[in-house]
């Protein structure tokens, strides 16, 4: 049974790189066919998708947020991480990795707050 946890800086000034690692337990990155994705939802909006890592290392991107965000992976610590550049206050949210297919199984989800 796969499980997500988010963890990371919950407050970050603007301008910088927002840095989150989602780490994996009870299943692999690599597991054939597992896609392993990051999902935010700022304050009073609705989810909103932001990329994806597949089990092979594919990387896919929102349209409106490919030139500032990077999804990687490590594969020795069963980790998928985000890094969102250049971020302003619009970018506040909770921010969730889940592996939607196959499992649709969600992290708990971690709060950053952009803010001077």
């Known amino acids: 049974q796969v499980q997500l946890q988010e963890s990371g800086p919950g407050l970050v000034k603007p301008s910088q790189t927002l840095s989150l690692t989602c780490s994996v337990s009870g299943g692999s990155i690599t597991t054939t066919y597992y896609a392993w994705s990051w999902i935010r939802q700022p304050p009073g909006k609705g989810l909103e998708w932001m990329g994806v890592i597949g089990y092979d290392g594919s990387t896919y991107y929102s349209p409106s947020l490919k030139s500032r965000t990077s999804i990687s992976r490590d594969t020795s610590k069963n980790q998928v991480s985000l890094q969102l550049s250049a971020v302003t206050p619009e970018d506040t949210a909770v921010y969730y990795c889940?592996?939607?297919?196959?499992?649709?199984?969600w992290g708990q989800g971690t709060q950053v707050t952009v803010s001077s």
């Open positions: 889940a592996a939607l297919i196959p499992s649709g199984s």
